[in-house]
């Protein structure tokens, strides 16, 4: 088998982690050592894997097939990955993040540690799973193994109130997909495949109606992942209650398992529906931006700032993808990259200055700057990148989500402008709050700036946030083809949507012709 | 008279005569009625064992070596052609064949967990291993019943031991609680299904399905009848209403015994629902069904989140189970027919009976090293002392749960696929809704093995036992073999 | 059809009809001594007044509930001696003999378990 393939890529990290369960639970050490070392592998396969991937083409690369099994009624569901455009920066995305995080244990992660080790490699396992699989059944199983890990990392090693949150969090997200497995079957059954790649040719035929009910069945299940303004609620207390490794992953990337969802099923399977929807999946999008941004600045716990920050950042994305222009997708995919990237390194500081002080209130901070001076250059860096500084890589996203909002919804792009300053003021004022003013507390006075390992860990975050806003084109260019692809999709869909509307005109009786037919 | 009596029965005898002795000694009715032969004569031996002294040092090979053999006979009958045996009333194909495996299956795992539990009771086992046995027997003579009256020699088979077994401890209160509780509950039933075939047989004139005109099917009679014969299932299954007693059977009853009846008698009374709904119930019993399996479901899930006792929980989320399987029998009056509802009944019992089997199977393990009812606070805190125990358990959870990547979670898609595809699409969106709330409890299991520290006074046992263990990862192992490769198993029952 | 049956209506009427006469003769020429034990209604000579619950010993049962067993295991050997007649005139007397033999083994064996585990013993 060739090294470089997805099921390598996949199952790799699910391998480390039946060698970290077979070492002695004293050997923290050795476990730590296995993880490490897998993660490393893995990001490395799958980062010359994305490398190797011809964005020019729509087509899924690097594909594998293979029968699974064949449900009654003679449906065959396949092993079937691949990678494409949509899926090639998540993909990236995660592999680099994987070894990043586990770096990151180091601090704060004591009790306990291999089971840890294990749960944060099959998470790793599940996440790929999400962004590879291009087959319905399998997806889904992935999708839904993926949250198990994260339940216990949450469980086991949150904060005070970790129960509630964690059940929250499983029982928000299993809903969802559940009304998913639905439309999962209804279509499986009507098609007879669960190919996603077949899917998408067919279901887009499929009359509007239809198309509708199953965009609203899996728009649900992802949405609360993302979460959307009326589902977020699950997000603050995972956050806050989540150890910072669980943050990390729930932010940096379990969350774009959403958007992603939204990309390649919503708008890439029912284009019709996605178009008839884009307005309210818009507006909530928008309200989401403006919402998070104030929630956020409300809060004292920093944590729970990023946390609601987050909801508003993800709100752009939302909002790019369902403008669904040139432009909006563009800047949806490569939004999904900066909020991980950025939140995630975000939440690695907050850890970081947590694992010194115990505690996240903002009022016990303050003139952090001056006793760790490097903190406060990183912090800085991640704090410019989440407000959109040009040159840095949230500016470009951004500004490609406002581009294509603008040509669809000229008040959409206002409101969402708003959040863009909003956003500004509470992460400047949390960080002034954070790192400048007087340094009063005698705890603070005390406090040991970043050891190598933090700052090497950071590193490759803050090369690519510089890259992404210098030269964002090397990222675009991958997602091109299939973005190209999508976009004549909806063109056509568009298309016969007119058409439609058109032909239902001037077939549509008058009243003249109503009151003619009763007579007779 | 009396010679006029012989006569009539030698004109039957004629037409029987041409190949009686054939038919009976024939390689088909052997191959049909193998195991069903290899249980009944293992149950001899085992009685044989009980008067022969010295005899008794074999009782556990002779139970081993009869399971054996009776699963040896029903793995000839998978893939094998159909054979219809005794004038149709009773048949043996691939599935029946996968039913035996299951019942011998859940038999073994049910025994494998009651070594070492009984302890005032242990002169006794030699009876308790003979009466799992008939009601095994029982159970694969269900199976296999296409007949109103062989079937209800197959549910007597399995009750009346059962009940006994319920009792099994006779010094312990609520166990003989719920022998008796059983015993009367189960009787009703009996008379109820009795009085049922009667009517049946008043308004179509034969016992036997293939016999039935479905002309005859409409008829008032009929109509009462299979409602009668439908109720006794319903009750054995633990279905709304009739699953009042199943909480207090199962806490009463000695641990073993409830992991068998748990397994064992649903999967037994499901295999033959199926060809009984499908023969008896009009179309128009669709939505009935279908409402019931609803109600069942929201019952069991919400009388499962306030318990406390692990087996009350266990209980009533095998009640909510009962309710998800009714949804195939409701669906099976529609499109997909009673071919595809059998499949993924067999296959949602098959992960039921290792994942059920498994979590009572543990259960009982940790009653009898701590000889105290296992409940959420005693089990706090087992993942840090005991974390194969624990991975097990919560793996069960997950299968129970229906989360992918376990056979639980196939079997739930196979069954809520039927309901989509014979247009019961609201029903499969309550009924999924539903399951929700199932995970909410399921949830605080896990929440107990794994993120809370042990309860004081509560101690968990600190010792696995190797038998227990090793019944346990092998049920983890079916289960996670049933949800991540099931081809070997659904190529087989197509 | 309906004449087959005449001679149970037969039975039934001399049945009936000895019964009626004994009483009727007894009646008439009988001696008649009148005490209590006579006055009594039949109770296999139990107190017939008093609480009905007393306790039992719990050997009654056990013999009671294995007679009734073996008793209607019995009643097959009906079933089994109509058909015989008839299956022998088939050729298939071996076959008959089997089964039988089958069924009075099983019979056995439980007697033998019975026994082995004192289920007949009276005082133990």
Known sequence: MNFLSLTVLIFLPLVGALLVAATPSKAVGLQRGITLLTMFATGVIGIMLCLDFNGASAAAQHVEQRPWFTLPGGIPVAYKLGLDGLSVLMVALTALLGPIVMLSTWGHIHERVKEFMVWLLVMQTGMLGVFLSLDLVLFYTFWEVSLVPLYFILGIWGGSNRLYATIKFFLYTVFGSLVMLIAVIWLMYRFGTTDIVQLTNVAANLPGDVQLWLFAAFALAFSIKVPLMPFHTWLADAHTEAPTSGSVILAGVLLKMGTYGLLRFCIAMFPAAAIEAAPLMMALGAIGIVYGAFLAMAQTDIKRLVACSSVSHLGYVVLGLFAMTAAGLRGGLLQMVNHGLSTGMLFLLIGMIYERRHTRALDQYGGIASVMPVYALFFVIAVLSSVGLPGLNGFVGEYLVLLGTYERAPILAAIAVTGVIFGAVYLLMATRKLLFGPLVLQANKTLTDLRAREVVLMLPIVVLMVWMGVAPNTFLARTEGSLVDLTQRLDRARAVRTAELIRENETRPTVADAEESQNR | ?494 | MLADYVPILLLVGVALGFALLNNALSELFGRKRKNIGKADAYECGMEPRGSARIRLSIHFYLIAVLFILFDVEAVFLFLWAVSAEALRAQDMAMLVLYEIGVFVFVLVLALAYVWRKGGLEWDR
């Open chain 2, 1 to 494: 008279m009396i010679a006029a009596m012989i006569q009539a029965s030698t004109t039957t005898a004629d037409i029987m005569k041409a190949g009686l002795m054939e038919e009976i000694f024939s390689e088909r009715t052997l191959q049909a009625t193998g195991p069903f032969m290899a249980l009944s004569f293992g149950i001899l031996l085992l009685v044989l064992a009980e008067i022969v002294p010295g005899l008794q040092l074999l009782r556990k090979l002779i139970f081993i070596a009869t399971l054996g053999v009776a699963g040896w006979c029903a793995w000839k009958t998978i893939g094998a052609p159909e054979a219809w045996v005794f004038e149709d009333t009773y048949v043996a194909n691939s599935t029946t064949g996968w039913w035996t495996m299951l019942f011998l299956a859940a038999t073994f795992i049910a025994w494998l967990f009651g070594q070492r539990y009984y302890k005032a009771e242990s002169a006794l086992e030699g009876e308790h291993d003979l009466l799992m046995m008939s009601a095994c027997a029982g159970m694969v003579l269900m199976a296999g019943s296409r007949d109103l009256l062989v079937f209800f020699v197959g549910l007597e088979l399995l009750s009346v031991p059962l009940y006994t077994l319920s009792a099994f401890q006779r010094s312990r209160r609520e166990s003989v609680e719920a022998g008796l509780k059983y015993f009367v509950l189960g009787a009703f039933a009996a008379a109820t299904y009795l009085f049922g075939s009667a009517l049946v047989y008043a308004g179509t004139g034969t016992l036997t399905f293939k016999a039935i005109n479905p002309a005859d099917l409409g008829g008032p009679l009929v109509i009462a009848g299979a409602a009668l014969i439908a109720a006794s299932l319903f009750f054995k299954v633990s279905v709304f209403p009739f699953h009042m007693w199943v909480p207090d059977v199962y806490q009463g009853a000695p641990a073993p015994v409830t992991t068998f009846m748990a397994t064992g008698t649903k999967a037994a009374a499901f295999a033959f629902l199926v060809p009984a709904a499908a023969a008896l119930l009009p179309y128009e019993s669709k939505h009935l069904a279908a409402v019931i399996a609803l109600v069942t479901m929201a019952v069991g899930n919400f009388g499962a989140l306030v318990q406390t006792d692990l087996k009350r929980l266990l209980a009533y989320s095998g009640v909510a189970h009962a309710g998800t399987l009714l949804l195939a029998i409701a669906a099976l009056q529609g499109e997909p027919g009673p071919d595809a509802a059998m499949r993924a009944v067999l296959f949602y019992m098959a992960a039921y009976v290792f994942t059920a089997g498994g979590a009572f199977g543990l259960v009982t393990m940790l009653e009898s090293q701590t000889g105290r009812a296992v409940t959420i606070d005693s089990i706090k805190g087992l993942a840090a002392k005991r974390p194969g125990i624990a991975a097990a358990l919560a793996l069960f959870m997950l299968s129970l749960g229906g989360i992918p990547a376990t056979g639980g979670f196939l079997g739930k898609y196979l069954v809520f696929s039927l309901a989509v595809r014979s247009d019961l699409l609201v029903v499969a969106l309550i009924g999924i809704v539903l399951s929700v709330v199932a995970l909410a409890y399921y949830l605080r299991v896990i929440v107990a093995l794994y993120m809370q520290p042990e309860m004081d006074g509560k101690p968990v046992p600190t010792q696995a036992r190797a038998l227990s263990g090793l019944v346990a990862f092998a049920c983890a192992v079916m289960v996670l073999a049933l949800g991540l490769v099931p081809a070997w198993f659904l190529d087989s029952l197509r």
